[in-house]
């Protein structure tokens, strides 16, 4: 909300407008009458399993990709984690809050933020790396990150938001020929369940089960695994696949509209992949302050290890949304 209480046009999260969408509100609703008995997660992880192709004992659910992050943190036995920024904040958080010291590599603005394998040390044995990332929207190419596994060392990819890309190339989830690789997916982005709490993860069977050991019991709820099940279902994985080629279409737009006022010192992060984009500004501060007088909440991005103040993230709306924006952003440039 603005001061005077007028609403926000939120462009500083990242979920799926419009979620969810009424036939996932009806399963959700659906489970309510379930609720007096402890849940059972072995349909959801039957169900999760066969959507990557997978045995069910390479699944673990979780409540939400944050619980996942604190579960590798505490669980695994790690001597040198290593995180590649800028991305989420959460995985280096988690790992800082179980006592682990944590050695960043930072991609660089001038390489488009791309990975350069050759720069995490060798000696890591635990590499945590967002693909697309989280707020540079840059994907990776899956071999790229794949070069990045070795005996010895777990590698974690956060694939939150995977299935924002059409087809989800470069995706690794469903992948068993790379050693020590552990894939987190969320449903909040795609579906609007933030408040609900789900994701899983995808890994061998025996960092599963050293995960599980850390969980408390029956840590997924009964409408989250109801939700779980229905996400992964051929007809929401068409659905999920259609909004991933809007995004694409409304992001173009949006690309296209920085991309005009880059004489004005308007530098956007290309190509961006996410259902975000990440932008450079002078002034950056002063222009969210006067985005937000004119109705438009972006996110600052000096939060993210590895970008200044002069950084903002913005998420990718309908096309009539951005255009609004477009038109704001140019109006708060000085």
Same mark, same amino acid.
């Given at each position: 909300?603005?001061?005077?209480? %007028?609403?926000?046009v939120d462009?500083?999260?990242?979920?799926r407008?419009?979620?969810p969408?009424?036939?996932l509100?009806?399963?959700?609703a659906?489970?309510?009458s379930?609720?007096?008995?402890y849940p059972?997660?072995?349909?959801?992880?039957?169900?999760?399993a066969?959507?990557h192709?997978?045995? #069910?004992?390479?699944v673990?659910l979780?409540?939400?990709a944050a619980e996942?992050f604190v579960?590798?943190?505490?669980a695994?036995k790690?001597?040198?984690?290593?995180?590649v920024?800028?991305q989420?904040?959460e995985p280096?958080?988690a790992?800082r809050?179980a006592g682990?010291?944590v050695?960043?590599?930072l991609l660089?603005?001038?390489?488009g933020f791309?990975l350069?394998?050759a720069?995490?040390p060798q000696?890591?044995d635990?590499?945590?790396?967002?693909?697309p990332?989280?707020?540079?929207?840059?994907?990776h190419?899956?071999?790229a990150i794949a070069?990045?596994a070795?005996?010895?060392r777990?590698l974690?990819?956060?694939?939150a938001?995977?299935d924002a890309?059409?087809?989800?190339?470069e995706a690794?989830?469903?992948r068993?020929?790379?050693?020590?690789? #552990?894939?987190?997916?969320?449903?909040?982005?795609?579906?609007?369940?933030?408040?609900?709490?789900i994701?899983?993860v995808?890994?061998?069977s025996?960092?599963?089960?050293e995960?599980e050991r850390? *969980?408390p019991?029956?840590?997924v709820s009964?409408?989250a695994?109801?939700a779980?099940?229905?996400c992964v279902?051929?007809?929401?994985l068409?659905? %999920?696949?259609h909004a991933a080629?809007r995004i694409?279409?409304?992001?173009?737009h949006?690309?296209? @509209?920085?991309?005009?006022? %880059?004489?004005r010192?308007?530098r956007v992060?290309e190509?961006? *992949? @996410?259902?975000f984009?990440? #932008?450079r500004m002078?002034g950056?501060a @002063?222009?969210?302050?006067?985005?937000?007088?004119? @109705?438009?909440?972006v996110?600052?991005?000096?939060?993210f290890?590895?970008l200044?103040?002069e950084?903002?993230?913005?998420a990718v709306r309908d096309?009539v949304?951005?255009?609004?924006f477009l038109a704001?952003l140019?109006?708060?440039l000085?």
């Amino acid at each position: 909300m603005r001061d005077d209480g %007028a609403a926000l046009v939120d462009l500083a999260v990242n979920v799926r407008a419009d979620t969810p969408p009424p036939w996932l509100r009806e399963e959700i609703a659906g489970s309510l009458s379930s609720l007096a008995a402890y849940p059972d997660g072995r349909a959801a992880r039957a169900a999760v399993a066969a959507r990557h192709g997978l045995p #069910v004992e390479r699944v673990l659910l979780t409540a939400g990709a944050a619980e996942a992050f604190v579960l590798l943190a505490r669980a695994l036995k790690v001597r040198r984690p290593v995180v590649v920024h800028p991305q989420f904040t959460e995985p280096e958080a988690a790992l800082r809050d179980a006592g682990h010291t944590v050695d960043r590599v930072l991609l660089r603005e001038e390489d488009g933020f791309r990975l350069d394998p050759a720069a995490v040390p060798q000696d890591a044995d635990l590499v945590v790396i967002g693909n697309p990332t989280n707020p540079t929207s840059v994907l990776h190419p899956a071999g790229a990150i794949a070069r990045l596994a070795r005996p010895g060392r777990v590698l974690v990819v956060d694939e939150a938001f995977m299935d924002a890309v059409p087809g989800e190339r470069e995706a690794l989830a469903g992948r068993t020929d790379v050693p020590g690789l #552990v894939v987190l997916r969320s449903l909040t982005k795609t579906w609007g369940l933030a408040g609900l709490r789900i994701g899983y993860v995808l890994a061998a069977s025996e960092i599963v089960a050293e995960l599980e050991r850390a *969980q408390p019991l029956w840590p997924v709820s009964t409408p989250a695994l109801a939700a779980a099940g229905a996400c992964v279902t051929p007809r929401a994985l068409a659905e %999920a696949g259609h909004a991933a080629h809007r995004i694409a279409a409304d992001r173009a737009h949006l690309v296209a @509209g920085l991309s005009d006022l %880059a004489s004005r010192g308007v530098r956007v992060v290309e190509p961006a *992949q @996410g259902p975000f984009v990440l #932008v450079r500004m002078a002034g950056a501060a @002063g222009v969210r302050r006067r985005l937000r007088d004119l @109705g438009y909440a972006v996110r600052r991005g000096d939060t993210f290890p590895g970008l200044g103040e002069e950084w903002v993230r913005v998420a990718v709306r309908d096309r009539v949304t951005m255009s609004g924006f477009l038109a704001a952003l140019s109006a708060s440039l000085r």
